[in-house]
């Protein structure tokens, strides 16, 4: 995208609705864009009609059969979905109720469509306690559930997660505190006349080895499961024969060796290898992890474990980066997904040998995959030709010329191929209207909505507007995507309050429309409700983020090594703060997770420009991740809102549950602390006991967002 530039708003044309430039020095004008700003509505919603349309997630497609399931979250009643040829006609087919207190991760189909398998229960913590939002005192499980998609009851396979179907679908394999497991899937008839249902059988402990066993598969006879054992500095790929009870270890190395995949006749298994860990060293997190990849990709004879290398990650240009999602196709072509040097693209290369190939060029990230059942074509959303939405494609999985299926302005992602390769699902959405299951003809053509088809009584859509895209210049002169919530009949010298969004992650990306991820589409719909009630808001899609390149991305001095990505939020309340219908003294600022760290950082260094904000679960001292490499430690305070505690004067709601996995709760409790020791800053808490970094009670999610708007309006809101 070009970006004008010049040392006041500018306007340019439009793709949906506008485009605003602002240079860092921009000036008081007003940048009118191409979309309109119509009077105000007389009819006002709710948050909870903004948030009313059921969020799917999670969709799959059956190998043998035109069937798809997903998990639909339909105001705290998560259940499994199904919908099948000819009319796909959506069916519930667990019946849970709402706010029945569970996690869903994810659903998968037998080849054959008739039996759904899914994991019922988030994983457990440290201290093997799985998460238990409203307080039942008989606790709960973490298991693996079944159901049959042409109807009846679910049923409980065993206790574990991490299912793997068989192949002929009678059975699965499921991993529980580092052993892995068979357990059978064979009809388990509901009993009649009232009487329980009968047991399920116990799963089979398959073997014991050393280390944590984990990632099995079945090799395509079901005959064998490869298998990962993790053993802290090392790791290795292991072969278990059902029949014969024998563990054949292929290759056994120094390494870490990883992700093993099944030729399409079981005579190969391909893996990857990446270097071991020596003394002193640690598997450090993701956000560590910032240069190329150091790694090769292996395949073994799986009858005697013999392994040789097909290719390694080059140490000099073009360089490879952030290698993710290996597989192998039935057709016998590795794939995987890397940056090379800055885009994220999908590579493919025969296992027969030869270098990987670029089979999705442009300049764009690949983020969401789908691989057709005979493997021949490979399905993608991607941000080609629109960096700041997503789009579905296909292309040969040998590689050849990507065809766009869903164009213009519309969101696509995540796609599944149906079995019979005519269409393709995937989740769509658009500007005013909530993400739904939808179908695409696999050439390309109009799109079927599958659920939900139609919007609940009362959902808001002909008053919701339309974001715009703004592009605001940082101080370093880094160009930072925005999007724009202006309200409707917003006129210069209203002089309206204003918020400033920032998304979590940080690998996250907010698009001009309702967001693919649970809570950022509920925090587009915050935003939306923002908006109608007199608020101009601005979402930051700051450095440190996904879709615009591995070098924004991994932007230097970001994060706990500078928070540059900081300079980004201050041009984005600059740009508020230069429109005529903005107050710029009633600036506020919210977030969860690192937008809450970016909130705090908001209020500590720059009372001056937002007067009130709430951080969500937000992190507060980088210092506490920062420890596993002593010498980024006092950068990494230095990058913390605790750092800058003396210069914090705005009021300050903070929003936690006690049992968060990915912030620890403790980054609250020292913040509250130094804040309440200074004395003159006022702090609220809405302190949620038993729930995780994102509220699995819609209850307590509804009335975190209720409470984040009622503060931030308490000390901002329209003055009359």
Not at 27 to 53: I, W
Not at 126 to 140: H, K
């Given at each position: 995208?070009?970006?004008?530039?010049?040392?006041?708003?500018?306007?340019?044309?439009?793709?949906?609705?506008?485009?605003?430039v602002?240079?860092?020095?921009?000036?008081?004008?007003?940048?009118?864009?191409?979309?309109?700003?119509?009077?105000?509505?007389?009819?006002s919603f709710?948050?909870?009609?903004?948030?009313?349309?059921?969020f799917?997630?999670?969709?799959?497609?059956?190998?043998?059969?035109?069937?798809?399931?997903?998990?639909?979250?339909d105001?705290?009643?998560?259940?499994?979905?199904?919908?099948?040829?000819?009319?796909f006609?959506?069916?519930?087919?667990?019946?849970?109720?709402?706010?029945?207190?569970?996690?869903?991760?994810?659903?998968?189909?037998?080849?054959?469509?008739?039996?759904?398998?899914?994991?019922?229960?988030?994983?457990?913590?440290a201290a093997?306690?799985?998460?238990?939002?409203?307080?039942?005192?008989?606790?709960?499980e973490?298991a693996?559930?079944?159901?049959?998609?042409?109807?009846?009851?679910?049923?409980?396979?065993?206790?574990?997660?991490?299912?793997?179907?068989?192949?002929?679908?009678?059975?699965?394999?499921?991993?529980?505190?580092?052993?892995?497991?068979?357990?059978?899937?064979?009809?388990?008839?509901?009993?009649?006349?009232?009487?329980?249902?009968?047991?399920?059988?116990a799963?089979?402990?398959?073997?014991r080895?050393?280390?944590?066993?984990g990632s099995?598969?079945?090799?395509?006879?079901?005959?064998?499961?490869?298998?990962?054992?993790?053993?802290?500095?090392?790791?290795?790929?292991?072969?278990?024969?059902?029949?014969?009870?024998?563990?054949?270890?292929?290759?056994?190395?120094?390494?870490?060796?990883?992700?093993?995949?099944?030729?399409?006749?079981?005579?190969?298994?391909a893996?990857?290898?990446r270097?071991?860990?020596?003394?002193?060293?640690?598997?450090?997190?993701d956000?560590?992890?910032?240069g190329?990849?150091?790694?090769?990709?292996?395949?073994?004879?799986?009858?005697?474990?013999?392994?040789?290398?097909?290719?390694?990650?080059?140490?000099?240009?073009?360089?490879?980066?952030?290698?993710?999602?290996?597989?192998?196709?039935?057709?016998?072509?590795?794939?995987?997904?890397?940056?090379?040097?800055?885009?994220?693209?999908?590579?493919?290369?025969?296992?027969?040998?030869?270098?990987?190939?670029?089979?999705?060029?442009?300049?764009?990230?690949?983020?969401?995959?789908?691989?057709?059942?005979?493997?021949?074509?490979?399905f993608?959303?991607?941000?080609?030709?629109?960096?700041?939405?997503?789009?579905?494609?296909?292309?040969p999985?040998?590689?050849?010329?990507?065809?766009?299926?869903?164009?213009?302005?519309?969101?696509?992602?995540?796609?599944?191929?149906?079995?019979?390769?005519?269409r393709?699902?995937?989740?769509?959405?658009?500007?005013?209207?909530?993400?739904?299951?939808?179908?695409?003809?696999?050439?390309?053509g109009?799109?079927?909505l599958?659920?939900?088809?139609?919007?609940?009584?009362?959902?808001p859509?002909?008053?919701?507007?339309?974001p715009?895209?703004?592009?605001?210049e940082?101080?370093d002169?880094?160009?930072?995507?925005?999007?724009?919530?202006?309200?409707?009949?917003?006129?210069?010298?209203?002089?309206?309050?204003?918020?400033?969004?920032?998304?979590?992650?940080?690998?996250?990306?907010?698009?001009?429309?309702?967001?693919y991820?649970?809570?950022?589409?509920?925090a587009y719909?915050?935003?939306?409700?923002?908006?109608?009630?007199?608020?101009?808001?601005?979402?930051?899609?700051?450095?440190?983020?996904?879709?615009?390149?591995?070098?924004?991305?991994?932007?230097p001095?970001?994060?706990?090594?500078?928070a540059?990505?900081?300079?980004?939020?201050?041009?984005?309340?600059?740009?508020?703060?230069?429109?005529?219908?903005?107050?710029?003294?009633?600036?506020?600022?919210?977030?969860?997770?690192?937008?809450?760290?970016?909130?705090g950082?908001?209020?500590?260094?720059?009372?001056?420009?937002?007067?009130?904000?709430?951080?969500?679960?937000?992190?507060?001292?980088?210092?506490h991740w920062?420890?596993l490499?002593?010498?980024r430690?006092?950068?990494?305070?230095?990058s913390?809102?605790?750092?800058?505690?003396?210069?914090w004067?705005?009021?300050v709601?903070?929003?936690?549950?006690?049992?968060?996995?990915?912030?620890?709760?403790?980054?609250?409790?020292?913040?509250?602390?130094k804040?309440?020791?200074?004395?003159?800053?006022?702090?609220?808490?809405?302190?949620?006991?038993?729930?995780?970094?994102?509220?699995?009670?819609?209850?307590?999610?509804?009335?975190?967002?209720?409470?984040?708007?009622?503060?931030?309006?308490?000390?901002?809101?329209?003055?009359?």
């Amino acid at each position: 995208m070009k970006i004008l530039r010049a040392s006041a708003l500018i306007l340019v044309p439009a793709l949906t609705a506008g485009i605003i430039v602002l240079a860092a020095g921009g000036g008081p004008a007003m940048a009118r864009t191409t979309a309109s700003h119509p009077a105000a509505s007389a009819k006002s919603f709710t948050l909870e009609q903004v948030l009313s349309v059921p969020f799917p997630e999670g969709l799959v497609a059956a190998k043998r059969a035109d069937r798809i399931a997903w998990i639909m979250n339909d105001r705290g009643a998560r259940n499994v979905w199904t919908a099948a040829a000819p009319d796909f006609r959506p069916v519930n087919l667990t019946g849970f109720a709402r706010d029945e207190v569970f996690e869903i991760p994810d659903v998968q189909l037998t080849d054959d469509g008739r039996l759904a398998v899914f994991v019922k229960g988030g994983r457990p913590n440290a201290a093997g306690w799985v998460t238990n939002s409203d307080s039942d005192p008989a606790g709960r499980e973490q298991a693996v559930w079944a159901v049959r998609t042409e109807g009846g009851a679910p049923w409980r396979v065993a206790p574990g997660a991490d299912p793997v179907l068989a192949p002929d679908g009678r059975s699965l394999l499921l991993v529980k505190d580092g052993l892995i497991y068979r357990a059978p899937l064979g009809p388990r008839p509901d009993a009649g006349g009232g009487a329980a249902p009968a047991p399920a059988p116990a799963p089979e402990l398959l073997f014991r080895a050393a280390g944590h066993n984990g990632s099995p598969r079945f090799s395509p006879d079901g005959a064998r499961v490869a298998f990962v054992s993790n053993r802290e500095d090392h790791s290795l790929v292991g072969v278990f024969d059902v029949a014969r009870r024998k563990i054949l270890w292929v290759s056994p190395s120094v390494d870490r060796d990883i992700d093993p995949r099944w030729s399409a006749d079981g005579s190969v298994l391909a893996f990857v290898r990446r270097p071991g860990l020596g003394y002193g060293e640690e598997a450090l997190p993701d956000f560590f992890e910032r240069g190329p990849a150091v790694l090769s990709i292996c395949a073994a004879d799986a009858a005697t474990g013999a392994a040789r290398e097909l290719w390694r990650a080059p140490a000099d240009a073009p360089r490879f980066f952030t290698f993710r999602n290996f597989d192998l196709t039935a057709a016998g072509h590795v794939l995987f997904t890397a940056e090379r040097e800055n885009w994220h693209h999908v590579f493919s290369m025969p296992l027969a040998g030869g270098g990987p190939a670029d089979i999705t060029p442009g300049d764009g990230d690949v983020e969401h995959l789908g691989l057709s059942s005979d493997g021949a074509t490979l399905f993608f959303s991607a941000n080609f030709g629109d960096l700041h939405g997503r789009h579905i494609w296909k292309v040969p999985a040998a590689g050849g010329k990507p065809v766009e299926l869903l164009k213009g302005h519309d969101i696509g992602t995540h796609p599944a191929s149906l079995a019979s390769g005519s269409r393709a699902a995937f989740l769509y959405a658009t500007a005013v209207r909530p993400l739904s299951v939808a179908l695409i003809p696999a050439a390309g053509g109009p799109v079927e909505l599958v659920a939900p088809r139609e919007l609940p009584a009362g959902f808001p859509e002909k008053d919701l507007v339309t974001p715009e895209l703004a592009v605001v210049e940082a101080a370093d002169g880094l160009d930072v995507p925005c999007q724009v919530f202006v309200p409707r009949g917003a006129r210069a010298g209203d002089r309206r309050p204003a918020v400033v969004f920032s998304h979590g992650g940080p690998i996250r990306q907010m698009l001009l429309g309702w967001h693919y991820m649970e809570f950022y589409s509920e925090a587009y719909g915050i935003n939306q409700y923002f908006a109608s009630r007199g608020y101009v808001v601005i979402s930051v899609n700051y450095r440190t983020g996904i879709g615009y390149g591995r070098l924004f991305r991994e932007a230097p001095k970001s994060g706990m090594e500078g928070a540059a990505e900081y300079e980004d939020v201050l041009a984005a309340a600059a740009y508020l703060r230069s429109r005529p219908d903005v107050d710029p003294e009633r600036i506020g600022a919210w977030g969860l997770s690192y937008g809450g760290l970016l909130t705090g950082l908001c209020l500590a260094r720059n009372s001056d420009i937002f007067k009130v904000g709430v951080d969500m679960a937000g992190v507060s001292d980088w210092s506490h991740w920062a420890r596993l490499d002593a010498s980024r430690v006092n950068v990494a305070r230095d990058s913390s809102p605790v750092a800058s505690v003396a210069t914090w004067k705005s009021p300050v709601l903070f929003i936690h549950g006690d049992d968060d996995r990915n912030v620890p709760f403790r980054q609250t409790t020292d913040l509250v602390q130094k804040l309440r020791a200074k004395g003159d800053v006022h702090v609220e808490l809405m302190i949620v006991p038993d729930e995780p970094h994102e509220f699995l009670l819609r209850e307590h999610r509804l009335e975190a967002y209720r409470r984040a708007f009622e503060f931030i309006d308490r000390y901002i809101g329209r003055r009359t």
